[in-house]
């Protein structure tokens, strides 16, 4: 099956500071998700890309399907954004629906 | 909407009960996901349904797992006998693959089970 790689596994920010997030997938999708599960462990669903660029606010991620990755930007870090970073993805010809789920990065925001 | 609501928050049992998790997806999603989440495995799905048909259970960890979905509005998790490594956060998620953004899944709070 499809296999997902998330890059740094874990990440210590001052305030303020900006960082990228990389999702690295082995196989052509049809859709990616980003995901941010806070300290509470709520999911929250940041963006679909399946392909091209997105923002909402200080964040933004890029897909770039022919070569596989997506991009997760944070910029002016703040203590809120702290957690874990989730990509999900579907490949073509998968079963519908079936989104898989990379390890996660670890974010951790310091004041 | 509400989004996705799960009940319990929490569930504590003793190893061999019953358990049974509920949720209901967002009004209009067709598509409803159980996924499990621990520290070893990470977010595992375990089972979706489509328009209230299961679609695929592979993940579905072993018999003494089911889940059902009798309607649009409502699904349940059910573990029996439960085990202290069936311990987990339980998700349930939901998405409605032809509206505006298609596919883009919603999560509800989840369910921390702990099996004594």
């Known amino acids: 099956g499809i296999q997902v790689e998330q890059s740094p596994p874990d990440l210590i920010l001052q305030e303020g500071a900006n960082s990228t997030l990389r999702c690295n997938f082995s196989?052509?999708?049809?859709?990616l998700q980003w995901f941010h599960q806070n300290p509470w462990g709520q999911l929250i669903n940041l963006f679909y890309i399946p392909s091209g660029t997105k923002q909402n606010g200080r964040l933004s991620a890029t897909t770039v399907a022919t070569e596989r990755y997506s991009l997760l930007y944070i910029s002016s870090s703040q203590t809120t954004d702290s957690g874990v970073y989730f990509c999900?993805?579907?490949?073509?010809?998968?079963?519908?629906?079936?989104?898989?789920f990379g390890t996660g990065t670890l974010l951790a925001v310091q004041p | 909407d509400a989004g996705v609501i799960q009940s319990p928050r929490h569930e504590v049992t003793e190893m061999g009960q019953e358990v049974t998790l509920r949720c209901k997806p967002i009004?209009?999603?067709?598509?409803l996901f159980w996924y499990r989440q621990t520290m070893m495995r990470g977010l595992e799905l375990l089972i979706y349904?489509?328009?209230?048909?299961?679609?695929?259970d592979s993940g579905m960890p072993e018999d003494r797992f089911s889940a059902k979905m009798p309607n649009a509005s409502f699904s349940t998790l059910k573990i029996q006998p439960s085990e202290p490594r069936d311990s987990a956060v339980y998700f349930c998620?939901?998405?409605?693959?032809?509206?505006?953004?298609?596919?883009?899944?919603?999560f509800g709070s989840g369910t921390q089970l702990s099996v004594l």
């Open positions: 349904f489509n328009n209230n048909v299961p679609i695929d």
């Open positions: 999900a993805v579907l490949s073509y010809g998968g079963a519908t629906n079936k989104l898989i």
């Open positions: 009004s209009g999603h067709n598509s």
């Open positions: 998620a939901s998405s409605n693959p032809r509206g505006a953004g298609r596919e883009k899944l919603f």
């Open positions: 196989d052509s999708v049809n859709n």
